[in-house]
């Protein structure tokens, strides 16, 4: 659950100032955004924190009680997440100091802030941390840049929908769509990367515990992108030029796809929890030396 926590809201408070500097959305719009953004970057800090007495109670095989022993916080500040809260704590209180600005986030700060919250997670975990490092770590980075900018986007545009004009509603999401359509792009190259990466064989996705939740998370994930087309396509002309009840239908569908993606981020928590084939066959490979 804190893993689910830490992905949601470091993903989404990164977001925030993405969205936010890349539409420049009404003040409206923007205080909404600014505000989650706050938000998910305050749980963030406490979950990265949080994350390494788990982390160290996980490996000693100890329970919640854990948590009070001094040796769980050794263990937990002996392993990569350590560095991975050295860089994701400060990177989550700049972004709350960027996103405490009046209408638009603090430039220097937000963009610093960001890139530690997205380095935080290339320092530990099966896919940044996979060989070649080099190549893996960038690839990771540009999923999870794409992945936090869509996702901390569906609430304001879906707060746009409620506030703003039609018109005005429908030229902010199709701003958002020139974003949008290459952010698809990326997650999905990028996700076929580490996938084949981590399973090294197409096969591999149905007979092993990572190659299911994979599966389910790709599931969910043509899921999100048919009602990403749905909206583009369909919702957003009709907003501009304010069709009938087009307003309440993205709102709903926005809805949906933000309730799915939430899915798809406990499925990739998920994953980090789960070894994947690429580093059971080292491993066999290892002892059969």
Request: aromatic share 6%.
């Amino acid at each position: 659950i804190n893993r689910w926590i830490l992905y949601a809201s470091m993903l989404w408070a990164a977001g925030s100032v993405l969205f936010l500097l890349a539409l420049s959305p009404p003040s409206a719009v923007a205080a909404s955004s600014l505000r989650s953004g706050r938000l998910a970057a305050l749980l963030s800090a406490a979950t990265f924190v949080l994350a390494i007495g788990l982390g160290g109670a996980d490996m000693r095989l100890a329970g919640f009680d854990g948590l009070l022993s001094a040796e769980t916080w050794r263990t937990g500040l002996g392993s990569t997440l350590a560095a991975s809260a050295a860089l994701g704590v400060p990177g989550m209180l700049m972004l709350l100091a960027a996103l405490s600005a009046a209408d638009r986030p603090k430039t220097g700060l937000a963009v610093i802030g960001a890139a530690l919250g997205i380095g935080s997670f290339l320092v530990t975990g099966h896919a940044a941390t996979a060989p070649p490092a080099w190549l893996m770590a960038p690839v990771v980075g540009l999923h999870l840049v794409a992945t936090a900018f869509w996702l901390a986007s569906l609430m304001p545009l879906r707060h746009a929908a409620r506030v703003l004009p039609a018109s005005e509603a429908g030229e902010l999401m199709e701003r958002f769509s020139r974003y949008a359509v290459p952010a698809v792009g990326i997650v999905l190259l990028s996700g076929i990367a580490i996938s084949w990466r981590q399973l090294g064989d197409p096969t591999r996705l149905i007979d092993n515990p990572y190659g299911l939740i994979l599966a389910a998370k790709l599931a969910l994930f043509v899921c999100i992108l048919a009602i990403a087309i749905y909206n583009k396509r369909s919702l957003t002309p009709q907003l501009r030029v304010a069709t009938a009840d087009a307003d309440t239908r993205i709102r709903r569908t926005i809805g949906v796809e933000l309730l799915i993606y939430l899915l798809v981020l406990s499925a990739a928590a998920g994953l980090t929890l789960t070894t994947p084939p690429r580093a059971l066959i080292a491993g066999s490979t290892s002892d059969a030396r």
